[in-house]
């Protein structure tokens, strides 16, 4: 199978990514190319196999319920793109 | 022409006074500064925190206070977050990102006393084979400037080769240590999953990612896995287990040891001057006293597409945290949030990654979740189960780390498929969760190095080791330096 334009878009919507209409073709391509690898999948006879979804098959641990982490606002927030007052800047989402 | 130095070279003379670490520092920060502009192995240099680290080093020596690899220096991927650094992973999206905290290998590598020289160069969100998608330019391969050399670590083994670093830290989700390691001819290992602290490692697949030391020997990176593993509670999948001493096998003859060859790996698709050189290395270890024996992985050939789900898969999810918002490149004109938010990515991301993010979104999405992502699982549990079969017959499997010697520079431009195919013989051992390694076996066509990949059994990491560090007591490939 292939995937249409307009599948595409619906992915890149998804995925949050802009996808001007002059790489739509581009992408359309390539995303094919890899479906095409991946549908090889489908060749195999995977009837009663569990999925793996890890690479060990590890049982979450507990911790202590205690605060281990220092209070260090400043210093995560030095690096976003726009802060004020201790608040993470974004467009208004709320008219 | 003096054997190139090593972790334990450099080690020994610090330990013996013929050296301190700040004079081993502007050594190579000299030979960074000369080579560095024409391979862009390094993508930061901080000549003053490295003196600083240096200095720090001999000051607990002074005060005999020194561990075994203190002052000895090394570089660190763009992928682990460092305090004093930046930590850009490759990706335009992280240009202007610096971590306010240590990763736990960097925390390790700190408390060892190691000194780090500079950040290594990486494919953008290590999501590739050649160092081409990185956002600040190609890395270029010392044995032939005209190839790549390898990815996603292809900073650290280039740096290696070029004599601009004794060692680093690498990454490998689907082979990004062993493979650059191979096009280098210098050693890698990937550990067991779970061996090496993810905390702070910036994700790609979360299942897969696995930290560990790259360098010129086997010897080497045993002593840095020394330094790299153990136990750490920020990461959920981090193994609890006790402490290992990884170079406790080196010394152990060869004489019995059963090793494994997959028909699979030894098939059509191997170019011939990469067959001769990994069949004399055969040679080598059945020299040793090894024997060989023919074992099968019959699932092998479905390890490219099942990690061509799993990996975007979670590659969409982890990568989501680049928004524009925390940290990291904002889209400098956009309309409401949502408009940010693509943009952002949209400008941010290189084409590599968007590929493997859309395909990971398309994989996960409405519809397609069973077909594609739970049937990539399953069969990740049956490449998992095929290793286990054949572990039943040998201790260790060998075979071609790549099947091809380094690609030419833009060789995949057009046609990526080339390049996740050329990961045929790396991507089932982190699908499996094994530990595996590559080592230097000769050179090809070209004068380009030719690895030899060796996989073991979870937590085999020591008895690897060993073998690799006995093939080579008796070949010098490890040594040989670009001319």
Avoid at chain 2, 163 to 172: F, I, K, Q, V
Wanted: glycine residues 10%; hydrophobic residues 40%.
């Amino acid at each position: 199978m292939s995937l249409t334009d307009q599948e595409v878009r619906h992915v890149a919507k998804l995925a949050r990514i802009e996808l001007p209409d002059a790489e739509l073709e581009r992408t359309r391509s390539h995303l094919n190319t890899m479906l095409g690898l991946i549908e090889q999948l489908q060749a195999i006879d995977t009837t009663g196999v569990e999925p793996m979804a890890h690479a060990t098959e590890l049982v979450l641990r507990l911790r202590e319920d205690r605060v281990t982490e220092p209070d260090r606002r400043d210093a995560c927030q030095a690096v976003a793109p726009a802060v004020e007052n201790g608040l993470y800047l974004v467009p208004k989402v709320i008219e | 022409m003096n054997a190139p130095e090593t972790v334990k070279s450099l080690a020994a003379k610090l330990a013996a006074g013929e050296a301190s670490a700040v004079e081993l520092a502007q050594d190579y920060l000299a030979k960074i500064r000369a080579a560095n502009p024409a391979i862009n192995a390094y993508v930061e240099t901080n000549e003053d925190a490295t003196l600083a680290e240096a200095r720090a080093a001999d000051a607990l020596r002074a005060e005999g206070r020194a561990g075994p690899l203190t002052g000895v220096p090394l570089a660190h991927k763009d992928i682990f977050c460092q305090t004093g650094w930046h930590a850009r992973c490759g990706s335009k999206m992280l240009e202007s990102f610096a971590a306010p905290y240590d990763a736990g290998l960097i925390e390790r590598s700190r408390a060892a006393g190691l000194v780090t020289l500079g950040r290594t160069n990486m494919d953008e969100f290590a999501m590739g084979s050649t160092n081409e998608s990185s956002f600040y330019g190609a890395v270029r391969n010392p044995w032939n400037t005209g190839h790549v050399p390898g990815g996603s670590s292809g900073g650290s083994a280039a740096a290696i080769a070029a004599g601009l670093a004794p060692a680093a830290s690498g990454t490998d989700t689907g082979g990004s240590i062993r493979q650059p390691a191979a096009f280098c001819g210098i050693s890698g290992i990937k550990p067991t999953y779970g061996i090496v602290s993810r905390w702070g490692m910036i994700a790609y697949a979360s299942s897969l990612d696995q930290g560990g030391p790259m360098a010129r020997t086997a010897e080497d990176c045993a002593l840095l896995l020394n330094t790299f593993a153990g136990f750490d509670e920020r990461d959920s999948t981090s193994l609890q287990r006790p402490a290992e001493d990884y170079t406790r096998a080196l010394a152990q003859p060869l004489a019995g040891l059963r090793i494994g060859l997959p028909k699979e790996f030894f098939g059509d698709g191997m170019a011939d001057d990469v067959r001769a050189a990994v069949d004399a290395a055969l040679a080598t270890f059945r020299s040793l006293g090894a024997v060989t024996v023919d074992v099968s992985l019959p699932r092998a050939g479905m390890s490219v597409p099942a990690y061509y789900v799993i990996a975007p898969a979670e590659a969409s999810s982890n990568l989501s945290r680049y928004d524009g918002v925390r940290y990291g490149y904002r889209a400098p004109e956009y309309g409401n949030l949502d408009d940010m938010y693509v943009k952002t990515r949209a400008q941010g991301f290189g084409a590599e990654v968007k590929r493997r993010i859309l395909i990971g979104a398309y994989v996960l999405s409405h519809g397609y979740y069973d077909a594609y992502y739970l049937q990539a699982q399953k069969v990740r549990r049956l490449i998992a189960q095929d290793y286990e079969a054949a572990f039943a017959q040998c201790d260790l499997i060998m075979g071609p780390t790549t099947p091809n010697t380094a690609y030419r520079i833009g060789q995949n431009d057009e046609d990526p498929m080339a390049m996740y195919l050329g990961d045929i013989y790396t991507t089932s051992v982190n699908l499996a969760g094994l530990p595996g390694m590559s080592i230097p076996a000769g050179f090809g066509a070209g004068g380009l190095p030719v690895g030899l990949q060796i996989v073991g059994r979870w937590f085999d990491e020591a008895r690897m080791l060993g073998a690799a560090h006995q093939f080579q007591q008796t070949t010098d490939w490890h040594l040989r330096i670009p001319g």
